[in-house]
């Protein structure tokens, strides 16, 4: 099983970010994805996610409105696209895979991505 997060890197505030994971060595469709983050100094904290037929996605209120969850099943790939992104966004990105949908504990989630870091300064 392997999942690999791309797309982060220094942004300015205000501005938009798009985050992919590209997942394999699991069926891809059969999994609930989300999208963890990890500030310094801070516990992981639940994004955003999303029911394996993308019928139903779930957000964090912080990021509600300004991040988009999305997932693309014949390329095994999920994805975040953050707008108006605050500096308070700083945090090492993490996607993982869980068995069940609507789940916001890292204890539910079964498979992880070793991170990609988004910082958010002027």
């Known amino acids: 099983v392997q999942l690999v997060e791309s797309g982060g890197g220094l942004v300015q505030p205000g501005s938009s970010l798009g985050l992919s994971c590209a997942a394999s060595g699991f069926t891809f469709g059969s999994y609930a994805m989300g999208w963890f983050r990890q500030a310094p100094g801070k516990e992981r904290e639940f994004v955003a996610g999303i029911t394996g037929n993308s019928a139903i996605t779930y957000y964090a209120d912080s990021v509600k409105g300004r991040f988009t969850i999305s997932r693309d099943n014949a390329r095994n790939t999920v994805y975040l696209q953050m707008n108006s992104l605050k500096p308070e966004d700083t945090a090492v990105y993490y996607c993982?895979?869980?068995?069940?949908?609507?789940?916001?504990?890292?204890?539910?989630?079964?498979?992880w991505g070793q991170g990609t870091q988004v910082t958010v300064s002027s």
């Open positions: 993982a895979a869980a068995r069940r949908p609507y789940q916001r504990t890292i204890a539910e989630y079964d498979y």
